[in-house]
């Protein structure tokens, strides 16, 4: 069983910057970041494998995301900069067996934080 806590969410102006935090309880593979705003389809964010260090992308926040872990806390965190009223969108860090942006893959979720852009 693996228990995730997202944080971090919130209000901020275009061309702001956030950082979403994920609390990981238990064993994982790899955390993905997804996004989910109203009306649209989940998309996955950003993904990070814990052993082999892997990162991956979606297009859309290619260049202003950043992915981490800190091992040794058992948090991996999500830097947003640049951010776009598009960002706009309840967050969700998920732990499953395989480092991809497919939400298939995840078995656990976390309860979400909501990132608000918006001038």
């Known amino acids: 069983q693996v228990q995730l806590v997202e944080s971090g969410g919130g209000f901020v102006q275009p061309g702001g910057s956030l950082r979403l935090s994920c609390a990981i309880s238990?064993?994982?593979?790899?955390i993905g970041w997804f996004r989910q705003a109203p009306g649209k389809e989940r998309e996955g964010v950003s993904t990070?494998?814990?052993?082999?260090?892997?990162?991956f992308y979606a297009d859309s926040v290619k260049g202003r995301f950043t992915i981490s872990n800190d091992n040794a806390k058992n948090t991996v965190y999500l830097q947003m900069n640049s951010l776009e009223p598009e960002d706009t969108a309840v967050y969700y860090c998920?732990?499953?067996?395989?480092?991809?942006?497919?939400?298939?893959?995840?078995?656990?979720w976390g309860q979400g934080t909501q990132v608000t852009v918006s001038s």
């Open positions: 998920a732990a499953g067996a395989r480092a991809t942006l497919m939400s298939q893959w995840y078995d656990y």
């Open positions: 238990g064993d994982y593979y790899a």
């Open positions: 990070i494998s814990r052993s082999t260090g892997n990162i």
